[in-house]
C-alpha cells in the first residue's frame, strides 16, 4: 500500500507537561534533540510508527497531533494537495540529513504533512 503514515507529531502547548503525560501513559523512549531554534524530542516507540513533540510553532493555536505521510516526490504531492483544494501552510522545510516535509490542510481545514525522506 503506497503514503503509509511514517511519523506522529504533537504541536504542544506545554512540551514540558505533555512528555510528563505520555512518559507514564506508555513506554515510550523521549529523547531530546537540540535544534538550532528549539529543542525537539523524538518519540521512539520500538516497533510501529514513532513520532515527536515540539512546542506549537502557530500563534494562539491549542496542542494538536499531526500525522506525516510518506511521498515519492514532495513537489508532486504538494502541486496535487494544491490543485484539490488542499492549502500548503509551511515548506518546504529540510531536516537535515534526514529528508524535507511540507505542511498542508485538506479543503476542511484538516492538518497533514507530507514526508520525503533524503536518498542515499
Do not use: C
Not at 498542508?104 to 525522506?117: Q, V
Amino acid at each position: 500500500m503506497g503514503n503509509p503514515f511514517v511519523h506522529i507529531e504533537l504541536m504542544s502547548t506545554d512540551v514540558k507537561k505533555a512528555k510528563a503525560f505520555f512518559g507514564k501513559l506508555f513506554d515510550w523512549k523521549l529523547e531530546d534533540m537540540p535544534m538550532p531554534d528549539m529543542t525537539y524530542t523524538m518519540i521512539r516507540v520500538g516497533d510501529g510508527t514513532g513520532g515527536g513533540m515540539l512546542t506549537n510553532p502557530i500563534p494562539n493555536a491549542p496542542s494538536m497531533w499531526v500525522p506525516y505521510v510518506l511521498v515519492d516526490n514532495l513537489q508532486a504531492a504538494s502541486d496535487k494537495a494544491s490543485q484539490l483544494g488542499g492549502q500548503i501552510m509551511k515548506g518546504p522545510i529540510e531536516v537535515p540529513g534526514a529528508g524535507s516535509f511540507v505542511i498542508i490542510t485538506d479543503p476542511t481545514g484538516g492538518m497533514l504533512g507530507l514526508w520525503h525522506p533524503k536518498k542515499g
